[in-house]
Structure formats: C-alpha cells, structure tokens
C-alpha cells in the first residue's frame, strides 16, 4: 500500500521569504502526485499535479513542484511567498493501479508573517 | 474545473439518530467517490470508495455497518452515519474523479461538519 510522508508540521515564514515543503512517498508502481491547498475555512483545491513527462510541474499561484523518482519525493516550492499562502498543503499520491484512491499526507501548515 | 457539491454544510444531531450526507457532481459523471473524514488539524483520512452498481469498499477499521455508502446514481454518492456518537464529530469530505484513466484529478466537495451532541 502507499503511504505519504511530508516531514514538516508547521512552517513559519516571512513575506518574501523562499518555501520549500518536503513530501516523499511511498510506493513500487507508477504513482501520479498531486498538491492540495485548504485555505482558512474553505475546501481542499488543487495547487498541481503531475502524471507524467517533464518532472518539474508548474501550478496555480506561482507553486511549482519536481518529481524526483529516485528519492521518491515531490517537494513543493515557491520562491517568493505572500501573505495569501497561509493555508494546509497536503501531499497527495495515487497508485495507478488503485483506480484513482488518493493518500494524504499528515499536512503541513504554512503561517505567513506580514 | 469540474464541481462537486455536498448537502447538508453542517448539521448537528443528538445521540443515537442517523444522518444523511449527500455527495453529487454536478457537471460530470464519476462511476466512483471517495468519501474521507478529516480530525481539527489532521489530514484527511480516507473512509471508503463508493462504487455506482457496487457494494462501497471500505478502508481497514471503518465500520461498514455505521457508515453506510449508497452510490445511487453516477452523479450522486451518499453517507449515512448510523446510530451517530459525539466522537463520530468531525469533518467529512467527498471527492470524485474526472478525466481519463490514469489521468484523472480528484475534485472535492465542500465538506459537511457533523457535530454529534
């Protein structure tokens, strides 16, 4: 079964500031990888995704993401972060073979110092 | 992007009493849902996958008899949970797929925050 590491809990940082989120999976097969984002009081909304080709994907909101498949990590990044990015990042992976079941990831929560 | 929405957004029930949560997607059909249950400030973990046709497949440690699963339709996945506890409060979510084998993204509802009393 596939399980989803992201190591940081709680991220603080100030406007401005470069974001690095750690993510790692676990998993033998063919995985497709996805961020997710929750605002403050709203749903879960998808930041990127990859399924194959060029490993670093690009999202929504200036995020970008890079499948490294020999570390089996997906870190996310963003080089300038703003106020408006405080929210939950959830890793999230799906096996192929597991018609489109989707794992979290713990989460990690991102504060943002104006 | 493709719109799923979940009916009630909140409810609160006594103890003992069943309730019914309803997962639809809206501008597209999904032969599956999932259905996940997120704690305060915990991920969201997945409960079981809601099968149209089919009987729902549940994760390991989820009651089956207490969260009922009916996909009644390819547009419409419901939840019902029996005989609700103060500890079965939480936030429950509903996502479906839409796209192409291996391809498809999860679109997610909502969510509904039972509060059991």
């Known amino acids: 079964a596939q399980s989803v590491s992201q190591h940081n809990h709680h991220v603080i940082l100030s406007e401005a500031a470069s974001l690095e989120l750690g993510c790692n999976y676990s998993y033998g097969g063919t995985v497709n990888l996805f961020w997710y984002v929750q605002y403050p009081g709203q749903h879960l909304q998808l930041l990127l995704k990859?399924?194959?080709?060029?490993?670093l994907v690009k999202g929504i909101k200036g995020f970008e993401a890079e499948f490294i498949k020999s570390k089996f990590s997906f870190n996310l990044r963003k080089p300038s972060v703003q106020w408006s990015d405080t929210a939950e990042y959830f890793c999230?992976?799906?096996?192929?073979?597991?018609?489109?079941?989707?794992?979290f990831g713990s989460g990690t929560r991102l504060s943002i110092r104006p | 992007g493709a719109v799923v929405s979940q009916h009630p957004s909140r409810v609160i029930c006594k103890s003992g009493t069943s309730v019914k949560i309803e997962c639809r997607s809206l501008d597209f059909q999904a032969t599956t849902m999932f259905w996940y249950r997120q704690f305060p400030k915990k991920s969201l973990m997945l409960m079981a996958t809601?099968?149209?046709?089919?009987?729902?497949?549940?994760e390991q440690g989820v009651e089956k008899d207490k969260f009922l699963i009916n996909h009644a339709s390819l547009t419409l996945s419901t939840l019902t949970v029996t005989s609700a506890h103060p500890e079965d409060s939480s936030f429950y979510i509903c996502?479906?797929?839409?796209?192409?084998?291996?391809?498809?993204?999860?679109?997610f509802g909502p969510g509904t925050r039972l509060t059991v009393l």
């Open positions: 999230a992976v799906n096996a192929r073979s597991s018609a489109s079941k989707i794992i």
């Open positions: 990859y399924f194959s080709g060029d490993p």
């Open positions: 996502s479906a797929p839409s796209g192409g084998a291996g391809t498809d993204t999860q679109y």
């Open positions: 809601s099968n149209e046709g089919s009987k729902a497949t549940y």
